[in-house]
C-alpha cells in the first residue's frame, strides 16, 4: 500500500512522531513499500493467547535491504556489502518488513545477527513471533555432527531440523554435556519424548482455544431469550463454566486453609488440573477470586456514572467503559450499549430528584430561619443573611437548571458541582469565571471570610477555547480519587462525609503494623458522620482493622471504642457498638474473640443498664461456657467481674453466683487466678451491698463442701474440695472489712491527728489490689484508725451488739472446725489446703482474734488426755484431721518466742498422748509433714523429736524414730550432721529392740538424701552392725525393716553404696530365707525380697555384681516362690532370663569391642534422629501404636 503524502508531511512537521524508517522515507519521497510477500516470508500473526500482540506486517519501522540475497559463505559478505553500496544509489529500493528481515536472516543461518535483532526488538517492546518460535525451540542449535547443515536440513520453510535434547532455549544450553564421552542414544531419545511432549501441549492448548471460542458463540438464541424474559428460571451451567466455578472455588479453598476440602473436592473432579487456569480452556484472562466476586455481587457494576460527573456532558465515545485501547476492534452491540446509556441516564435523574428534595428541604428550613431573625431582630439584615437569602435562591435555580439539563451532553461548562456532594464541595477542576458554592450549614463558618476573586485576563478568548485549552492540564477526575482530590470540603460536615467514602479504601493499604495509627480518624469520623450505614461500615473496620491485633493493638482500639462510648452515650453504644462485638463472638481467630471479651468489659460502664445485666452478660456468659481458648476466657472472667462492678439487679445474684462455680472449676490455671483477683472481689462487693456475703454466699460454699465430705467418704472428690475451699479463702478480706464497716466504732473512726502506718506483714500478701482490705475500705488511713479501734474494742470491750464479728464467732468458726474433723487425716492436699485457709484467716483478723476467739475453741475440742483418744468409744479427737491444721494453721500464724513455745508444747503432749494411748500416729505425722516442708520449722521440729529421744517410755522413743523419717527429707546435710544423726544414734543405744528398729527407715532416708561421706559411713557401720550382730540373726522385725528399707532407698541411693552393700546383704538375706523353718516368717521375707528386687532391677548394675550378687539373690528367691507363690515364680524366672541376656549381650559386646568408631557414631546418629522424631510426635498413644504396624 503506498504511503499517504498527507501523514508523511505531518511526519516530518512534529520530529518526535519520527522513526528511523519513517525519517528515511521522508528523504526518499518517491519510494513505495514491497508488501508482496511469498507464504514462507509471511509473518505469522498475533498469537491466539495474546490480543495485544501487533501483528507483523503493520510494523511501521523498517529497514532497508537489498532484494539481492546473500550467502551464508565468505564471499557473501563481500558481494553482500558491494549489493548495499549500490542500493543506496539506486534511485527505486524496495522496503521490506521486519518479519521479512527475520525470515532472511534465519533463513541464511545469520544466527547471532538474528539473536541481536531479536533482543532490540525486544527491549523496545516490539516481539516478533518468527524470532521468537525460532529461539525458543532448543532443536534449532542442537546437532549430532559439528557440522554446518544442509539447506534441506534447516528447520522452517526449507525443511526439518534435528529433534531438541531438552524443553530449554538458546541461553539455558549446558554444552559441556554434549561431550564425546559415552553413548547419548538414551539421553537424545527422552530429549525427543519431552520435546514431542510440548508440542502435543502445545496443540492442546489451541484446540482447547478453539473449541472454547466455538462454544461461546454458539448457543440457542431463543433459550437464551426465554431465560431473560423469565429469571426465574436457571440457566443450565456450561461446561467451560462449571470447569472456571470449579477453579475458583479450588482457589478459595486452598487460601483459606481448608486443605483437606480441596483434595476431596479435587478428586470428585479429577478430569481437570487445578494448578493451571489454561486448563480450563477459557481463552481468556483469569477473573477476580470468590472472595472478591463476593464483595462486589452487590455492588453495581462499573459502569459511567462511577467515572463522570452528572454536571458534565461527556461524549459515549470518550466513557471509560468504553475503552478498547491496545485491543483490535470488534463488533460492537449497539442495542445493548444504548440500553446501558439509558439506564445510566436514568440512574442520574434519580440522583437530581432526590437532591431536588433535598435542596427544597434546605430552603424551607433557611426561609423558616430568616423568618424568626426578623421577627426577633428588629434592625435590617446583615449582608451576610443577605448573601445567605441571595444564595439559596441561586441554589434552588441551579439545581432546576441541572434537572432540565440532565439528558443533554454538552460539555461547555468547565466549572459544575457534583449533584451527588449535597452541593458541600467547591470543584476544581475548570474555572472559567468566579463563582463561590456554600453550604447552609456552614454559613456561619463562611462569614467572616470574603468571597474568592480570581483575577480575569483582557483576552477574548471564546469557552470552548478557553475549555480546550485547560484541557491539556494534567488533571484526572474520571477516577474515584481523582474526584476526591479535585474537591475540598468547605464544611465540617463535608469533611466526614469525605472521610467516611475515603477511609474503607486507604486501610487496606495500610501496613498492618501501623494500622493501629488509623484509629483515631476512624472513631472521630464514626462519633460525627451523619449516616448510620457509613458509621455502621466504619465501626465494622475499626473491630476489623487488624486480622490478629497484639496486646498494645488490642489496647488502642479499647481505648478508643472507651472515647466513642463518652461521646455518643449509651442509645448509640448500644446500637454500633455491641453488634459488632455480637458479630466476632464466634471469630476463627483468639485475638478476635479476647477483642470482644475485652470490649464487653470496657464498655460496661456507658451501657444501659438493662443492656449491661442482660444483653452483655449474657454473651458473656456464653463465650466463658463455649470458648476453647484460656486467654479468651481470662478476659471473659475480668469482664463479668466489671460487670458484677456495675450490675443494680438484685435477680441476677443468682446467675453471678453460677458463674462463680463455672469459673472457679475451669481447667485452666489462668482463668481460675482471674476469678480470685477479679471476678469473686467484685462479686463479693456486690453481695456487702445487697447484705448477703454472709446471709447467702459464704454460707451456700459450705454447704457445698459439707455435701462434698458427705457423698465423698470412700473417695473425695479433691479437685472440687480446693475449688469451693479457694472461693471461700477470697472471700476473707471482703468478709474482714464488713466486720468493720459495721462495727460499734465505725463512727467514731476519724482521720485527724497523727495515724500510725499498718505494718508490712499485717495482712496476707493479697492476690490482686480488689483483695486489699485497704482498697475495699477505701484507704490506708481509714483503714488504720478502724484498726486502732479494732483492737482495742476486742481487748477491752468485747463483742456485745457486734452482730457481724458475732457470726464469724459463733456461726462460722464451729462450722469450720466440724467440718475439718470430717476430713481424711491421710490426704494432705485437703490439710494444706485448710490450713492455708485458717493460717489466712487468723492473719486477716489479727492477733487479738486468734488468741480470744480462734485458739479456744480449738483447745476445748482438743483436750489433751489419753481419754480423748479412747477409739474404742469414738472419741478419737486427736487422730483426725483437727491436730495438723490447729498445727500448721493456727499455732503458724504469728512466729514470736511465745507462739513457738505454744506449738512445740502442743507437738510434744499430741506424740506422747498418741504414743501412750498406742493410738495411730496419722495426724502427727500430717503435722510433720506439713511443718517440714518449710525449712523455718527444722529446728523447731528436731527440739520436738529431741524431747521424744530422750524419754522415758520406749513408746514415745519409737514415735520420735518414726518421725526422723519424715523430717529428713529437705533439711540441711549440717542439721542432719549437727542433730539428725546423733539423736538417731543415741536410740539405737537403747536396750530396746523396738526402738532400734524403728531408726532403720530414718537411716535409709540419710542414705537416699546425703552426699556427705563421712556421715554416709556412719549410717553404713550402724546398718552394717543390724545385719551383721549375732544378736539381730533371729530378729524378723529387723530384717523385714531392712529389706523394706533397701527397696525404698536402693534406686536413689549411691551406685557405690547400692553395689558394695546393698545387694551383698539382699542376697545373703535370701540365701538366709531359703533354710528358714517357720513357713509365715519365710514368705514374708520372700515377699519383702522379691518388691526390693523389682524395684532394684530398673537399675543399672555392673556385670560382676550382676553375676555374683543380684542373679544368685534371684534364683534363690525363685526357689522360694517355687514352693510359697508360683504366680510369683513366673515372674523371677523371666527376670533371671532377661538378666542372663544382658550379661551375654554385654559379653558379646566386649568381644566386639574392635568396632570402629565411625559405624558407632551412625548408630547413635540413627538413634539420635529416632528419637528426635519420636519427640516431634503429638498423637496420642494409640495412634503411636499404629506408627509401628505395617502398612498392609
Not at 554434549?178 to 502445545?202: M, P
Not at 480470685?676 to 462487693?685: E, G, L, T, Y
Request: charged share 20%; aromatic share 6%; hydrophobic share 35%.
Amino acid at each position: 500500500m503506498a504511503k499517504n503524502p498527507f501523514s508523511a508531511k505531518m511526519a516530518s512537521v512534529n520530529p518526535f512522531n519520527l522513526s528511523d524508517s519513517e525519517e528515511e522515507a521522508d528523504r526518499r519521497p518517491n519510494e513505495t513499500i514491497d508488501t508482496q510477500k511469498s507464504p514462507s516470508d509471511g509473518a505469522p500473526g498475533p498469537s491466539p493467547g495474546n490480543p495485544f500482540s501487533p501483528p507483523a506486517d503493520t510494523e511501521p519501522r523498517t529497514l532497508l535491504l537489498s532484494s539481492n540475497r546473500t550467502s551464508p559463505s565468505g564471499e557473501g559478505s563481500g558481494s553482500g556489502s558491494t549489493a548495499a553500496t549500490s542500493a543506496m544509489a539506486a534511485t527505486a529500493e524496495t522496503r521490506i518488513s521486519v518479519d521479512g528481515i527475520a525470515a532472511q536472516l534465519i533463513r541464511d543461518q545469520y544466527i547471532l545477527t538474528a539473536l541481536e535483532f531479536h533482543t532490540e526488538l525486544l527491549e523496545a517492546g516490539r516481539e516478533l513471533p518468527r524470532l521468537r518460535d525460532y529461539f525458543s525451540n532448543p532443536g534449532n542449535f542442537e546437532r549430532q555432527s559439528g557440522t554446518p547443515p544442509a539447506k534441506d536440513q534447516v528447520l522452517g520453510p526449507g525443511g526439518p531440523m534435528h529433534r531438541a535434547g531438552s524443553i530449554s532455549t538458546l541461553d539455558s544450553l549446558d554444552f559441556a554435556r554434549y561431550s564425546d564421552d559415552g553413548n547419548r542414544e538414551s539421553d537424545e531419545r527422552v530429549a525427543v519424548l519431552e520435546f514431542e511432549l510440548r508440542k502435543a501441549k502445545e496443540t492442546i492448548q489451541a484446540l482447547r482455544a478453539n473449541l472454547t471460542q466455538a462454544a461461546e458463540s454458539e448457543g440457542p438464541s431463543q433459550e437464551r431469550k426465554n431465560f431473560k424474559s423469565s429469571p426465574e428460571i436457571q440457566e443450565s451451567i456450561r461446561p467451560l463454566e462449571k470447569r472456571a466455578l470449579n477453579f475458583l472455588v479450588n482457589e478459595y479453598l486452598l487460601k483459606n486453609e481448608c486443605k483437606l476440602s480441596s483434595i476431596t473436592f479435587s478428586d470428585e473432579n479429577d478430569d481437570q488440573d487445578f494448578e493451571l487456569w489454561d486448563d480450563v480452556g477459557l481463552n481468556t484472562p483469569k477473573p477476580p477470586d470468590l472472595l472478591m466476586l463476593y464483595r462486589n455481587c452487590g455492588a453495581p457494576l462499573p459502569s459511567p456514572r462511577d467515572m463522570v460527573n452528572v454536571s458534565v456532558g461527556v461524549e459515549f465515545a470518550d466513557l471509560p467503559g468504553n475503552c478498547t485501547a491496545q485491543e483490535p476492534p470488534k463488533k460492537l452491540d449497539l442495542s445493548h450499549q444504548q440500553k446501558e446509556v439509558i439506564q445510566e441516564l436514568e440512574y442520574q435523574i434519580s440522583l437530581l430528584n432526590n437532591e431536588k428534595q433535598s435542596l427544597a428541604e434546605q430552603m424551607k428550613k433557611l426561609q423558616s430561619e430568616i423568618q424568626t431573625l426578623k421577627r426577633t431582630v428588629s434592625s435590617p439584615l446583615p449582608a451576610t443573611l443577605d448573601m445567605g437569602s441571595h444564595h439559596t435562591s441561586n441554589t434552588a435555580a441551579s439545581s432546576s437548571s441541572i434537572t432540565t439539563t440532565t439528558n443533554t451532553t454538552s460539555s461547555t461548562n468547565p466549572l459544575s458541582v457534583s449533584s451527588t456532594d449535597n452541593n458541600q464541595y467547591l470543584d476544581i477542576r475548570g474555572v472559567s469565571e468566579p463563582e463561590t458554592v456554600t453550604h447552609p450549614q456552614s454559613l456561619n463558618t463562611l462569614k467572616s471570610r470574603p468571597p474568592v476573586q480570581f483575577a480575569q485576563p483582557n483576552r477574548k478568548l471564546s469557552p470552548a477555547f478557553q475549555q480546550a485549552l485547560l484541557s491539556f492540564c494534567r488533571t484526572c477526575s474520571d477516577s474515584r480519587l481523582g474526584a476526591e482530590v479535585s474537591r475540598i470540603a468547605d464544611s465540617e460536615e463535608s469533611v466526614l462525609l469525605m472521610l467516611g467514602r475515603c477511609l474503607p479504601h486507604i486501610v487496606p493499604n495500610v501496613l498492618l503494623a501501623k494500622r493501629e495509627e488509623l484509629i483515631p480518624l476512624i472513631l472521630c469520623t464514626a462519633c460525627l458522620h451523619p449516616e448510620p450505614k457509613e458509621r455502621d461500615q466504619l465501626l465494622h473496620i475499626l473491630f476489623n482493622l487488624i486480622k490478629r491485633p497484639d496486646d498494645e493493638q488490642r489496647q488502642m482500639i479499647l481505648t478508643g471504642c472507651v472515647a466513642f462510648a463518652r461521646h455518643v452515650g449509651p442509645t448509640r453504644v448500644e446500637a454500633e457498638l455491641l453488634p459488632q462485638c455480637w458479630e466476632q463472638i464466634n471469630h476463627k481467630y483468639p485475638e478476635r474473640r479476647l477483642l470482644v471479651a475485652e470490649s464487653c468489659g470496657a464498655l460496661a460502664p456507658y451501657l444501659p443498664k438493662e443492656i449491661r445485666s442482660s444483653l452483655v452478660l449474657s454473651m458473656l456468659q456464653q463465650m466463658l461456657a463455649e470458648d476453647k481458648a484460656d486467654m479468651v476466657r481470662e478476659a471473659v472472667i475480668k469482664s463479668l467481674g466489671i460487670i458484677m462492678g456495675y450490675i443494680d439487679d438484685s435477680d441476677k445474684y443468682s446467675q453471678g453466683f453460677e458463674l462463680m462455680l463455672l469459673s472457679l472449676g475451669d481447667p485452666s490455671e489462668r482463668v481460675v487466678g482471674a476469678v480470685h483477683q477479679v471476678f469473686i472481689p467484685a462479686f463479693a462487693a456486690w453481695t456487702t451491698e445487697l447484705g448477703t456475703l454472709q446471709s447467702s454466699l459464704i454460707p451456700s460454699l459450705l454447704a457445698r463442701i459439707e455435701k462434698l465430705l458427705m457423698q465423698g467418704e470412700h473417695v473425695l472428690d479433691e479437685h472440687k474440695l480446693h475449688m469451693f475451699l479457694s472461693g471461700l479463702q477470697s472471700l476473707i478480706p471482703p468478709l474482714f472489712a464488713v466486720v468493720l464497716q459495721n462495727a460499734p466504732f465505725t463512727s467514731r473512726a476519724k482521720l485527724n491527728g497523727e495515724i500510725p502506718t499498718i505494718e508490712v506483714t499485717r495482712f496476707p500478701r493479697p492476690a490482686s489490689p480488689l483483695q486489699d482490705v485497704a482498697t475495699i475500705i477505701g484507704s490506708r488511713e481509714m483503714l488504720s484508725a478502724l484498726l486502732l479501734l479494732y483492737d482495742y474494742q476486742l481487748e477491752h470491750e468485747g463483742t456485745t451488739g457486734w452482730d457481724s464479728l458475732l457470726w464469724v464467732v459463733n456461726q462460722l468458726l464451729p462450722q469450720l472446725i466440724e467440718i475439718v474433723g470430717r476430713i481424711n487425716v491421710t490426704s494432705s492436699t485437703c490439710v494444706h489446703e485448710f490450713s492455708r485457709f485458717f493460717w489466712r484467716l487468723c492473719r486477716t483478723f489479727g492477733k487479738i482474734f486468734t488468741n480470744t476467739k480462734v485458739k479456744p475453741q480449738f483447745q476445748e475440742i482438743l483436750r489433751l488426755s489419753e481419754e480423748n483418744v479412747d477409739t474404742s468409744t469414738g472419741n478419737d479427737i486427736l487422730t483426725k484431721a483437727t491436730v495438723p491444721i490447729y498445727a500448721t494453721g493456727v499455732l503458724t500464724c504469728y512466729n514470736q518466742d511465745e507462739d513457738r513455745k505454744l506449738l512445740v508444747g502442743f507437738l510434744e503432749d499430741v506424740m506422747t498422748t498418741l504414743s501412750l494411748s498406742h493410738a495411730p500416729l496419722d495426724s502427727l505425722k500430717a503435722a510433720f509433714v506439713e511443718l517440714g516442708a518449710n525449712p523455718v520449722y527444722h529446728e523447731l521440729l528436731l527440739t520436738v523429736l529431741w524431747y521424744g529421744v530422750v524419754h522415758t517410755s520406749a513408746l514415745v522413743r519409737c514415735t520420735a524414730a518414726r518421725m526422723f523419717e519424715l523430717v529428713l527429707r529437705g533439711m540441711s546435710e549440717a542439721l542432719v550432721d549437727r542433730r539428725a544423726a546423733p539423736a538417731l544414734i543415741t536410740l539405737c543405744s537403747g536396750p530396746e529392740f523396738s526402738v532400734r528398729i524403728s531408726t532403720i527407715p530414718a537411716f535409709g532416708t540419710i542414705m537416699e538424701t546425703v552426699t556427705q561421706k563421712e556421715l554416709l559411713e556412719r549410717v553404713k557401720m550402724q546398718l552394717a552392725s543390724f545385719l551383721e550382730d549375732p544378736q539381730y540373726q533371729d530378729q524378723h522385725s529387723l530384717h523385714m525393716e531392712i529389706i523394706r528399707t533397701f527397696g525404698r532407698v536402693g534406686p536413689n541411693a549411691e551406685p557405690r553404696f547400692r553395689d558394695e552393700f546393698v545387694l551383698p546383704h539382699l542376697h545373703k538375706l535370701a540365701l538366709a530365707n531359703n533354710s528358714q523353718a517357720v513357713e509365715s516368717k519365710r514368705i514374708d521375707i520372700a515377699t519383702q525380697l522379691f518388691e526390693a528386687y523389682s524395684a532394684l532391677s530398673c537399675c543399672f548394675i555392673s556385670e560382676e555384681v550382676m553375676v555374683n550378687h543380684f542373679l544368685p539373690g534371684l534364683r534363690c528367691l525363685r526357689a522360694d516362690m517355687e514352693q510359697l507363690s508360683p504366680e510369683h515364680e513366673v515372674i523371677l524366672s523371666s527376670m533371671i532370663k532377661e538378666c542372663e541376656i544382658k550379661v551375654e549381650n554385654r559379653g558379646m559386646a566386649d568381644a566386639q569391642g574392635s568396632m570402629s568408631i565411625a559405624s558407632s557414631l551412625v548408630g547413635e546418629d540413627a538413634k539420635t534422629k529416632f528419637l528426635s522424631k519420636m519427640g516431634q510426635l503429638t498423637t496420642s498413644g494409640a495412634m503411636l501404636a499404629n506408627v509401628f504396624q505395617r502398612k498392609k
